[in-house]
């Protein structure tokens, strides 16, 4: 059974590109979390997503940031426009149920140049 | 807010001690507590979970405690070798009933030396 998968591993992108991020979660698991993990600091919560629904987007920036989680394929994290202080750590994980423990996927390295 | 503190950024012990990590909570007493590794360059690989009616957990070499009347969890590594050293992450649920996403500590670097 793998495990959380997301790409690209890393990425690059302008200031004023967009980056796409994408996971797929565990079979079996209809709950994907997104988490946004700063050099220094702790994982901060963005969006929490069901398929097709968002569930919890408090912690995601109200502008240039989206995220889906389609019927079909993977969930995407978008960022438009992209800013320097964009540059992170993006964590993908899923779980079978809101209660239950997270399954984290590698991360996608973003690099704002 | 609901927050969420590890007392410790770095702790370094003598391969074969017990590690011990601590995290305090603040307001109310969430519904559990979660402990996560996390090494370089990886993400967060679950551990244990506590709930907040059990007051102790273990897993092989790990022993986690939930105090709530401290507001405090501690985490126990017994035996600690030196694979042990990574960032230990302890996350609980920010909203009573809310088990939706998890709040972050910002973690506590263990180093094991041999």
């Known amino acids: 059974n793998a495990g959380v998968m997301q790409n690209p591993r890393h990425l690059v992108r302008r200031r004023g590109q967009e980056a796409r991020l994408r996971c797929s979660p565990m079979k079996g698991h209809s709950h994907v979390y997104w988490y946004r993990q700063l050099p220094e600091e702790g994982l901060k919560f963005m969006v929490y997503?069901?398929?097709?629904?968002?569930?919890?987007e408090s912690g995601m920036p109200k502008e240039r940031f989206s995220a889906e989680f389609p019927k079909e394929g993977p969930s995407i994290l978008r960022i438009q426009q992209v800013v320097r202080g964009d540059s992170a750590a993006y964590f993908c994980a899923s779980s079978p149920a809101p209660s239950y423990e997270q399954y984290f996927g590698p991360g996608t390295r973003l690099t704002v140049t | 807010s609901q927050k969420i503190e590890q007392n410790s950024e770095a702790l370094n012990i003598q391969e074969g001690k017990t590690a011990t990590l601590t995290c305090n909570y603040t307001?109310?007493?969430?519904?559990?507590l979660q402990w996560y590794r996390q090494d370089p360059g990886r993400g967060p690989v679950f551990l244990l979970l506590?709930?907040?009616?059990?007051k102790e957990k273990r897993k092989e070499r790990l022993k986690v405690t939930f105090d709530t009347t401290l507001k405090q969890s501690l985490f126990h590594i017994t035996a600690s070798q030196p694979a042990d050293s990574a960032t230990y992450l302890c996350a609980r649920p920010p909203e009573p009933g809310s088990a939706r996403q998890l709040t972050f500590g910002s973690g506590t670097q263990l180093t094991v030396l041999p």
């Open positions: 307001n109310y007493s969430p519904a559990y």
């Open positions: 997503l069901q398929k097709e629904n968002i569930i919890d």
């Open positions: 506590i709930r907040e009616n059990e």
